[in-house]
């Protein structure tokens, strides 16, 4: 869980990742060390990112554990594209309305639609629970004001969660932005 959450973090210190994973952060430190000894991750200053053979180690996992899940699997995914057309449509016009409370609004309804399909989808991939949950606890934070949480690249914002679950699921369908070379 840890390697994969930093190749879709790219870049990531320890603390971002016990957040992304909801494990205790001596078991993200212990994981993190493990991979930096084989190669697979490489510290600077604090922040791990994936090495070749770190993001090789994610996608040949990922081909391994969903082959035989992947037709399920992309169906869902195709049903989620429409909701992402929706979402990067609202995002833009957020950010250019200087957060408009009519657009958050329909950003929310959408944000929340797709917590109830990752909790659908759940059932395939357990690990999706902790994206319905780090956007329930991000849509928390903005109805209690704090809209950096909406699109903040710092934060465990929205936009950054939304970014990370299409880049995981784009991999388990076998669709990945990222190539990397000799992956078979």
């Known amino acids: 869980m ?23 952060s001596a078991d993200v430190q212990n994981a993190l060390n493990e991979a930096v000894g084989k190669g697979q991750a490489v510290e600077l ?14 996608l040949e996992y990922y081909n391994e554990t969903y082959l035989a899940k992947r037709a399920a ?11 992402n057309s929706q979402f990067l449509k609202l995002v833009s016009e957020f950010q ?33 629970g902790v994206y319905a949950d780090r956007f329930a606890a991000a849509l928390e934070r903005v109805d209690l004001g704090d ?13 950054n969660i939304w970014f990370e679950f299409h880049e995981d699921i784009l991999a388990v369908v076998g669709r990945p932005r990222e190539t990397v070379e000799d992956v078979h």
Not at 73 to 83: A, G, H, K
Not at 147 to 159: E, K, L, Q, W, Y
Request: aromatic share 8%; hydrophobic share 45%; charged share 25%.
């Open 2 to 24: 840890v390697l994969n959450a930093l190749y879709l973090k790219k870049m990531a210190n320890p603390a971002a990742l016990v957040e992304c994973v909801h494990l205790p």
């Open 45 to 58: 200053g604090g922040e791990y990112l994936l090495d070749v053979p770190g993001r090789r180690a994610v």
């Open 73 to 83: 699997v992309t169906q869902w995914y195709e049903r989620f594209e429409t909701l």
């Open 96 to 128: 250019t309305s200087e957060g408009d409370a009519r657009v958050l609004a329909q950003l929310t309804k959408v944000v929340e639609r797709q917590i109830a399909a990752l909790r659908r989808i759940e059932v395939e991939i357990p690990r999706y």
């Open 147 to 159: 809209r950096s949480f909406v699109t903040n690249p710092r934060a465990d914002s929205i936009h």
